[in-house]
């Protein structure tokens, strides 16, 4: 028998970047840890479609999912730490619930009534987030509302979620609130009055919180929480310091010392915890690989959007995961493309380098250089979608000798297309979800580095991309040295390029930062930080 469902929704105030995302993982985690079978859905009240049109720069990195949608990032922090694949559905925009209740209006669904945020824009919310729990048998599903208290965007949702606490029950909901206690120096008071406003702002669209989360920089104080207790009407065990931690895999387990897992059953009505400790040994150790690596890797990393840590987190956690798992310290130094000009030279003391996606023609000769000049100087490159076509343009250049060698993407009109549209690609209009997305199915040749990585002739990886390797150059790069390892399709698309010569040469056409987890680094990057750590 499916017991009921209990939901966990996760608000955020004052202010955005606060680590709301983190909050619902480590809940999430928790739970998991205890045996519940536990998933996270994110709102996002803007009104894309999804992520897939927005600049990484400003929102962040585009997150692929095994079913090909593009998401909001905190998705990848939900897959990363449950380690579980989440489906595309979790990820919900007020673009979906308004074309779901427009095209049930077209269709005559409502025939007769006037059609209204409330109820027919929450009741789609609110399907929409019983359908994932039901749908995939959950204990728990956390859900985490975008933006902040107080944002009209947001509103309908929240509307949503406040009535479903009163549909649900009060001992099946759980409302969790993300504020900030800022100080204004390392020692000084922590400030309550954000918090205070922020909590007020919800109670006027009629939620009360059941738990705070405050973000910190120091250890919440008793005072601090002794007066957020009050004027949220929270009591004080219900309220958590969350501060600043070395590594966001430690917010877990600073949760669970202050008692929250406790507070959440107990609300939840949930009894006879069983035994976890088997759970926790194995999460411990995976959180404490990441500590104290004296053993330093320095990474180059090549691109166009790294301006903004965020817009490669996945890259940037990959290389993280890849580093703890054979004890390094991977130092990771960003290196925007498009101010490399030609001063190559500054690349030569790092251990790798890696050139992550990108779009566009803008700082593209960079990469290009930079991907030739890891070859000339055999060090270590992983090249990723942009990094793994640009690094077939560069061979093209200096090795076969296609002065011209180009992505259509960059130069249209190139005498040599080294890389060129994908053929489904030539008619497609819309610019929203039409990329070749989601995970597909790469075959792997025997006797290569893609299989000595891999293991295994089929593997599964996620795309996101519009352009491809010209097959009419094949024959011409494997007579001048470089090998396709892998290919899609019955060999209509290449995937894995390798330069068997050279000390580690991998280029990959598909996304392999998307199925790297903490514990379980994903292959090409450790053999990536392996080879970049022998000298
Ligand atoms: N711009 C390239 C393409 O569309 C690469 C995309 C990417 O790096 N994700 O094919």
Request: charged share 25%; glycine share 8%; proline share 4%.
């Amino acid at each position: 028998m499916q017991t009921e469902t209990k939901y966990i929704f996760v608000t955020g105030g004052v202010m955005s970047g606060l680590g709301k995302g983190v909050v619902s993982s480590s809940i999430a985690k928790l739970l998991q840890l205890s045996n519940q079978k536990v998933s996270c859905v994110k709102i996002d009240p803007y009104l894309n479609y999804d992520a897939g049109t927005m600049n990484p720069i400003a929102h962040g990195e585009v997150f692929v999912t095994d079913d090909g949608g593009e998401c909001d990032m905190d998705i990848g922090n939900y897959e990363r730490f449950l380690n579980q694949s989440i489906p595309r559905t979790h990820n919900i925009t007020t673009a979906q619930i308004y074309s779901t209740v427009i095209e049930a209006e077209r269709r005559g669904e409502y025939l007769g009534a006037c059609v209204q945020i409330i109820p027919h824009v929450t009741d789609a919310i609110k399907e929409r987030i019983r359908k994932i729990a039901k749908g995939e048998g959950l204990d728990v599903l956390v859900v985490e509302c975008g933006g902040t208290v107080g944002d009209i965007e947001s509103l309908p949702f929240l509307e949503a979620l406040r009535q479903m606490r009163l549909e649900e029950g009060s001992s099946n909901v759980i409302f969790v609130h993300v504020t900030l206690a800022p100080s204004l120096d390392v020692v000084g008071e922590q400030k309550t009055k954000p918090t205070q406003h922020s909590v007020q702002e919800l109670r006027r669209i009629g939620i009360q919180p059941d738990l705070m989360a405050v973000r910190c920089s120091r250890p919440l104080e008793t005072s601090a929480k002794r007066k957020i207790s009050l004027f949220s009407n929270v009591s004080e065990r219900d309220v958590f310091s969350c501060h600043d931690a070395e590594s966001i895999l430690m917010v877990p387990q600073m949760l669970y010392d202050q008692g929250i897992i406790d507070v959440i059953f107990k609300k939840f009505g949930k009894m006879g915890l069983v035994n976890t400790s088997a759970n926790w040994d194995k999460w411990n150790s995976v959180v404490n690989s990441f500590s104290n690596l004296h053993d330093q890797v320095r990474i180059a990393m090549v691109g166009k959007y790294v301006k903004l840590a965020d817009s490669y987190v996945s890259v940037n956690q990959a290389l993280k995961h890849a580093g703890a798992k054979i004890g390094k310290n991977v130092v990771i130094d960003w290196i925007d493309s498009e101010e490399l000009d030609g001063n190559l030279d500054n690349l030569a003391q790092y251990n790798g380098i890696i050139v992550p996606g990108g779009f566009g023609e803008r700082g593209a000769e960079g990469i290009i250089s930079t991907a030739n000049f890891a070859r000339e100087k055999n060090i270590p490159y992983l090249g990723i979608c942009f990094g793994f076509q640009l690094a077939a343009v560069a061979f093209g250049r200096y090795v076969c000798g296609l002065a011209d060698a180009n992505s259509t993407e960059i130069n249209p009109s190139t005498q040599n297309p080294v890389i060129d549209l994908l053929p489904e690609q030539k008619f497609i209009e819309n610019k929203g979800g039409s990329l070749r997305l989601g995970a597909n199915e790469i075959k792997v040749e025997d006797n290569t580095l893609g299989f000595r990585l891999y293991k295994s002739n089929t593997i599964f990886k996620r795309h996101r991309h519009r352009y491809e390797f010209n097959q009419k150059y094949l024959e011409m790069f494997n007579k001048h040295g470089l090998l396709f390892s892998g290919y899609s399709d019955s060999r209509k698309r290449m995937e894995i390029l390798e330069i068997p010569s050279h000390k580690f040469y991998l280029g990959v056409q598909f996304h392999p930062e998307f199925n790297s987890r903490p514990g379980y680094p994903e292959e090409s990057f450790e053999a990536f930080i392996r080879a970049s750590s022998t000298a």
